[in-house]
């Protein structure tokens, strides 16, 4: 074990697969001379050659061309900058990524990764903030994961490049600069595309979130526990296909349940867990479902205005202890 | 260019193979056989087989939703197709793609798009990994119409092809008419080549009506795809014949003008005329009994092909996620 950023777990999962597999090529804005802007290619270029490829301002070649690079038999990796850019290429995303291994009736594969820095940083304001996560697992055909830590962040982007199916690896940038501890490569653990985690086990509350929203969860989960409530806490990190039977099990045993994300709670992927266990396990809850997650807003550039678009773990604890009054 | 009376009469055998696929599709959806949309390639026959004729089974297109002519061209088996577009399981796509979304990727024909300028970047995506990344030398060609070459995806794929001398063929199809709307109401330029210079892309104008000339363009294409010097756009001067789809009632333009048009453009007509008498294009002529020979093979083949769409079966239903994800 060392300690590593959760950029630096990205660079090594990246690193290792690309020494096993020459298909396995990168490209995107800003990589090959400063390692992508937020520092989480650095070192690839120089090891790779030619395999790390700086695009133009050019998204709709980004994707188009990475879905383009997969059905001619490569393996490739892009990055988006910020998330926020991806409504540039949404058409490369659901209407050629998604779907041309479907409507060709299996013909194609689109092994490709789709690397998105999203969420709120220092003042990014509107356009360079977004957690649009919840867009892309309402459509057939990709996968969606956004893991927390940088463990997840290294077995998560391996298990992502190995996967034959196209997947959008949200990366949160205040985790980027997170650090912790990291195993060896020979004891790492392979993850599988679609399982949760429980991060702390508890019997009064479920707590289920993924990617920064963790630091809420297990913020408020800690507080809670020192006022006597025990909560379990469940890091989804895979959306689509997400973990339904561990949250589901989860509820069954604690009967409360409480779903917290960056992203704009109208439409989030919290409104999916949510329903999900209202659909198949109602009656198994003591309390109504709790949701926290962005007012309806765009993200506004000032502190002062920003922090009111914020989730916080006072808000979970504040929400938790009432569902026991 | 002069070829072989074979390829020639291989030309023809392959324009005669789409004509007679499209007369039949045309026929059939209007019987209300075919579900769907279709979009027919008639009348410009001589672009995809002139072009295709020019690439190898390892090279890859881009097609359109008027993308049955490049399928055909590109080699794909008519029986296969006949039976997607009829949404059958033995189908191509096996019933889940139809006439637009159309895909072969044993003859390297990966795909029709239903989205008008979706092409451009997935052809060079494709060259990017042939040349950068798998090393190969397989070339990339991506067919698209005016009006498509109004989509800002093909400045972002002719801008990256060029830059890196990607081997990606631009191939216009200069039908003159997208949709229901003439070109020359949205179009900046009169010849869409003229787009070209600005990626420090050579252009080639062609007659699309002349499978020769628009073949020639190819190989030329081919050629410096290969020799690693980068992209060629061959606008192909073509009209489209039918209703942007089957079922279209064009209000749009007149009987007469159409008619007229198709008479002017027609390659299966220009073919006959020219082959039936001493040309720059072969040595010889072929016989009008030749060229009657190899269209009754084709409307013999294509009869056959619906017969096989239609004693095939529909997908079982319990197949509609199959093939969602690996």
């Not at chain 1, 198994?284 to 765009?298: E, K, Q, S, V």
């Not at chain 2, 390892?58 to 949404?87: L, P, W």
């Not at chain 2, 198709?262 to 220009?270: I, Y």
């Amino acid at each position: 074990m060392r300690k590593l950023s959760f950029s630096m777990a990205t660079c090594e999962a990246m690193a290792e697969e690309m020494a096993l597999d020459d298909k396995i090529f990168v490209m995107g804005e800003d990589l090959a001379r400063q390692g992508g802007i937020f520092g989480q290619f650095k070192g690839l270029p120089e090891k790779f050659p030619g395999r790390v490829i700086d695009t133009p301002i050019s998204e709709t070649f980004i994707i188009g061309g990475g879905v383009g690079a997969a059905l001619a038999g490569a393996r490739p990796v892009v990055d988006m900058h910020f998330a926020d850019f991806i409504g540039v290429c949404m058409d490369e995303i659901f209407n050629q990524m998604a779907k041309v291994r479907y409507m060709f009736g299996g013909q194609a594969k689109v092994p490709l990764v789709l690397r998105a820095p999203d969420g709120m940083t220092i003042q990014g304001a509107a356009q360079h903030s977004q957690a649009v996560e919840a867009w892309f697992c309402h459509i057939p055909g990709i996968q969606v994961v956004a893991p927390s830590n940088p463990e997840d962040a290294k077995a998560v982007l391996k298990a992502a490049i190995r996967s034959d199916n196209p997947v959008i690896y949200f990366e949160n940038k205040i985790l980027y600069k997170e650090t912790a501890m990291v195993p060896e490569i020979a004891d790492e653990v392979p993850y599988t595309i679609g399982k949760a985690k429980v991060r702390r086990e508890g019997k009064d509350v479920t707590i289920v979130s993924y990617s920064i929203g963790m630091k809420n969860a297990l913020g408020a989960a800690e507080r809670l526990a020192k006022e006597g409530i025990e909560a379990e806490v469940i890091d989804l990190i895979s959306l689509s296909p997400w973990d339904k039977e561990a949250v589901l099990t989860s509820v069954k045993k604690t009967h409360r349940l409480c779903i917290a994300h960056e992203a704009v709670k109208q439409g989030g992927f919290g409104a999916e867990i949510a329903a999900t266990v209202a659909e198949e396990a109602i009656e198994y809850l003591d309390a109504p479902i709790l949701r926290y997650g962005a007012p309806f807003c765009p993200i506004p550039f000032a502190p002062t205005l920003e922090k009111m678009v914020r989730v916080f773990p006072e808000d979970l604890v504040k929400g938790i202890k009432g569902m026991f009054e | 260019m002069k070829v072989s009376k074979e390829q020639a009469l291989k030309f023809y055998e392959t324009m005669c193979l789409i004509r007679e696929f499209e007369t039949s599709v045309k026929h059939d959806f209007l019987n209300g056989e075919i579900p769907g949309f279709v979009h027919l390639y008639i009348g410009e026959e001589a672009v995809a087989t002139g072009i295709c004729a020019a690439l190898d089974d390892t090279d890859y297109i881009e097609s359109t939703h008027r993308g049955h002519g490049h399928c055909i061209a590109k080699g794909a088996d008519v029986d296969r197709m006949m039976a997607e577009i009829f949404g059958k399981k033995t189908g191509l796509c096996k019933g889940k793609g139809g006439s637009m979304h159309i895909a072969d990727f044993s003859v390297g024909m990966l795909g029709a798009n239903g989205v008008v300028g979706g092409g451009y970047n997935l052809a060079a995506g494709a060259a990017l990994a042939n040349k950068m990344i798998l090393k190969n030398d397989r070339v990339s060609v991506v067919f698209f119409g005016d009006g498509a070459s109004n989509r800002g995806t093909f400045h972002e794929a002719a801008n990256v092809s060029s830059a890196w001398k990607l081997p990606t063929i631009f191939v216009n199809e200069m039908n003159q008419w997208a949709s229901t709307t003439p070109y020359e109401t949205t179009t900046a330029v009169k010849d869409i080549s003229d787009r070209a210079k600005g990626y420090h892309m050579p252009a080639v104008i062609a007659d699309g009506k002349n499978v020769f000339e628009v073949y020639a363009a190819a190989v030329g294409a081919v050629e410096r795809a290969r020799a690693g010097e980068g992209p060629t756009f061959i606008e192909c001067k073509t009209f489209r014949v039918e209703g942007h789809f089957v079922g279209d009632p064009e209000l749009y333009r007149t009987r007469e003008y159409v008619k007229e048009n198709a008479a002017l453009n027609d390659p299966l007509t220009w073919f006959d005329r020219t082959m039936t008498r001493k040309n720059g294009y072969i040595d010889g002529v072929i016989e009008p009994q030749e060229l009657e020979a190899v269209r009754a093979a084709a409307k013999e083949k294509i009869v056959k092909a619906k017969e096989f769409a239609m004693s095939s079966e529909y997908p079982d239903p319990d197949q509609y996620t199959a093939d969602l994800y690996l």
